[in-house]
């Protein structure tokens, strides 16, 4: 168990649709990242905050949006939702950029 | 641009047997290089990272990497590997293009490692 909670662990939702994947870092962890896992595309970036503020984005689409609570837990926000979607999304989270990340279990995500 | 490559998507081995995983890296500057693991249903798990000093990094569950500057390399090592090495391994590198603020891995493409008895 790395530390790091993601909820919900499955979640099957229709085309046009919008859901949130929820994310607690490890405990003194200050830095959250989110990776979305898909069988054409592999493990791709999509964003990182640190302690509430973005520090990078990778390919995050348009459709897509996250934020980082006061309490360091974060949301991924995914909306206009698509086949294509569906993916492993993946938090992890470090103490501080530069240090080990270590990930969570990931929420699996299939749009219908 | 800056990436890692797994060359191969499977390794076979027999118990008990040493294992390789290879990777190899193209980056800007000193690289810093992860290996995780991967069971079926279950998150990235960190095996070791090298970031400077000593190019054999010793990591979780026996595994060993060694860096190779010369050859832009980071290959994952066992001497002797059980069943339960059976998984979906991948090497991955901080994405430096990102500026000291952000800290994002690069991941390669995975190598699926099978271990029979």
């Known amino acids: 168990d790395s530390g790091v909670t993601q909820t919900p662990k499955h979640l099957i939702t229709a085309t046009g649709q919008r859901v949130t994947l929820r994310c607690s870092p490890r405990s003194g962890d200050l830095s959250v990242y989110w990776y979305q896992q898909s069988l054409d595309q592999g493990l791709q970036f999509l964003i990182q905050y640190y302690n509430g503020e973005e520090r990078a984005k990778g390919n995050i689409l348009e459709r897509f949006s996250a934020q980082q609570f006061p309490d360091l837990h974060s949301e991924l926000n995914l909306s206009s939702l698509e086949l294509g979607d569906s993916a492993l999304y993946f938090c992890a989270s470090s103490v501080a950029p530069g240090n080990t990340i270590y990930f969570g279990e990931g929420s699996w995500l299939t749009v219908v | 641009a800056q990436s890692v490559a797994q060359p191969e998507d499977q390794v076979n081995v027999a118990e008990g047997n040493p294992l390789t995983v290879k990777c190899t890296y193209s980056v800007s500057g000193n690289p810093y290089l992860f290996w995780y693991v991967q069971y079926p249903n279950r998150g990235l798990q960190f095996l070791l990272k090298?970031?400077?000093?000593?190019?054999l990094v010793k990591g979780s569950y026996g595994f060993e990497a060694e860096f190779n500057k010369s050859q832009t390399s980071f290959h994952l090592k066992k001497p002797s590997a059980l069943v339960s090495d059976s998984a979906l391994y991948f090497c991955?590198?901080?994405?430096?293009?990102?500026?000291?603020?952000?800290?994002?891995?690069?991941f390669g493409k995975g190598t699926t490692l099978s271990v029979s008895s």
């Open positions: 991955a590198v901080r994405d430096m293009s990102l500026g000291q603020a952000g800290t994002a891995l690069i």
């Open positions: 090298y970031i400077t000093g000593d190019n």
